[in-house]
């Protein structure tokens, strides 16, 4: 059985860092693109950056370019996004989402129960 | 950048056909992934590549892309079928990136 769990997160400062961890099993890790996408609360679903499968290619929306940096460890099963300079409009439910495919151009067939992070002074 | 364009809304009776519509430019030549999410729960895949179905997903949802608009159609709509549900392409033009429409919320009646 697929499963990904988030961990890390929580309270940040604006202009500070947080970092969040998604620890996938149930299948063969390597082979498949990773994505993290966010909800704000009370919005719709908005994608933050995806991996591929090999961790050669990696794709990041405009508003965090620059700021927030996707990795993965095969040998570990885990995808890490690094958020660096965080806003408030930052404050969202983060999902890590597993691709139907090694390459990014695919649909999220798995997609775990979310992590809250919360950009607040 | 690209837009995909849901209506905020659709209400539909038990039993009946409910059809959400997503519409973006020439969204006929890209293809397009459907979302359920219920409320406090995690987004569920129900339809990829225009009109696949994955394992566990009832025949009653299905899909369809042409021209300006993608459709989701779910048949015989039931209780539970009440969420939010989102559609999604990958954009390639300038750079690879993920868009998605703003969710449309099915109300059963």
């Known amino acids: 059985e697929v499963q990904l769990l988030e961990s890390g997160g929580g309270v940040g400062q604006p202009g500070g860092s947080l970092r969040l961890f998604c620890t996938a099993s149930?299948?063969?890790?390597?082979?498949?693109?990773m994505s993290w996408v966010r909800q704000a609360p009370g919005k719709g679903l908005e994608w933050v950056s995806s991996?591929?499968?090999?961790?050669?290619?990696?794709y990041y929306a405009d508003s965090v370019k620059g700021r927030f940096t996707i990795a993965r460890d095969n040998s570990k099963n885990t995808v890490s996004l690094q958020m660096n300079s965080l806003r408030a409009g930052d404050t969202a439910v983060y999902y890590c989402?597993?691709?139907?495919?090694?390459?990014?151009?695919?649909?999220?067939?798995?997609w775990g129960l979310g992590k809250l992070v919360t950009v607040s002074s | 950048s690209y837009v995909l364009t849901q209506s905020p809304s659709v209400s539909v009776a038990p039993g009946k056909t409910a059809t959400i519509p997503c519409g973006g430019d020439?969204?006929?030549?890209?293809?397009v992934h459907w979302y359920q999410q219920r409320p406090g729960q995690a987004p569920l895949l129900v339809i990829y590549?225009?009109?696949d179905r994955p394992s566990g997903i009832p025949e009653r949802f299905s899909g369809s892309n042409s021209g300006n608009t993608a459709t989701l159609t779910i048949s015989r709509v039931e209780a539970g079928d009440e969420a939010d549900y989102y559609c999604?392409?990958?954009?390639?033009?300038?750079?690879?990136?993920?868009?998605f429409g703003g969710g449309t919320k099915l109300t059963v009646l």
């Open positions: 020439n969204i006929g030549t890209k293809t």
């Open positions: 989402a597993k691709g139907r495919l090694g390459i990014v151009d695919s649909a999220f067939d798995y």
């Open positions: 999604q392409v990958w954009e390639n033009s300038n750079s690879r990136q993920v868009v």
């Open positions: 590549y225009d009109s």
């Open positions: 991996v591929s499968g090999s961790g050669a290619n990696t």
């Open positions: 149930g299948y063969t890790f390597r082979n498949f693109a």
